[in-house]
């Protein structure tokens, strides 16, 4: 299913977590002007002119690192993603401009993360394994992120709680 949507992306790419053949789709793929890989298991092999480098970042500086850098289409291992997510969602809308994927979704409440994102105006929709966020239309502000952060915060910790006092 990824691989399939992966054959029609075209523009800039920022992958995060994506595996070896998953990056090989996108290398061969004419249409991606730039890719840029954030990985932190996979070594690329750079072969003389690359769209782009795998490097291990931290998610939390990820709006820091790339700065004013806008990205077409955004591709994202869940798995890898989830403890990072609640600072992870206000920094994809900045850097995203069309849609954004998420794949190995396992364990995660998937309506409370179709509210963080609706909440900016976003489309979510669900497939098989994948759920592909529209954020073509979406809109951020200051203010909201910081009421936003404090919001995703507060519920975290309830959840957190809970777990332990079920256990």
Do not use: W
């Not at 600072?87 to 993360?113: A, V, W």
């Not at 200051?142 to 915060?153: E, Q, R």
Request: hydrophobic fraction near 35%.
């Amino acid at each position: 299913m990824l691989d399939k949507e992966l054959k029609k992306l075209k523009g800039s790419i920022l992958s995060i977590g994506l595996d070896e053949k998953q990056l090989l789709i996108l290398e061969e793929n004419p249409k991606v002007t730039e890719c840029y890989s954030l990985n932190s298991k996979n070594k690329v092999k750079s072969k003389g002119s690359s769209k782009g480098y795998a490097k291990t970042i931290n998610i939390k500086k990820i709006k820091r690192i790339f700065k004013k850098k806008r990205f077409d289409y955004i591709i994202c291992n869940f798995e890898q993603l989830q403890p990072y997510l609640r600072s992870f969602i206000k920094n994809s809308i900045y850097l995203n401009r069309k849609i954004m994927y998420f794949y190995n979704i396992k364990d995660f409440d998937l309506e409370e993360l179709e509210k963080r994102y609706i909440r900016y105006n976003s489309k979510v929709k669900m497939k098989k394994d994948l759920i592909i966020i529209d954020n073509s239309k979406s809109k951020t502000n200051i203010f909201k992120n910081i009421g936003y952060y404090f919001h995703d915060l507060l519920y975290d910790t309830i959840e957190y709680i809970s777990k332990i006092l079920v256990n």
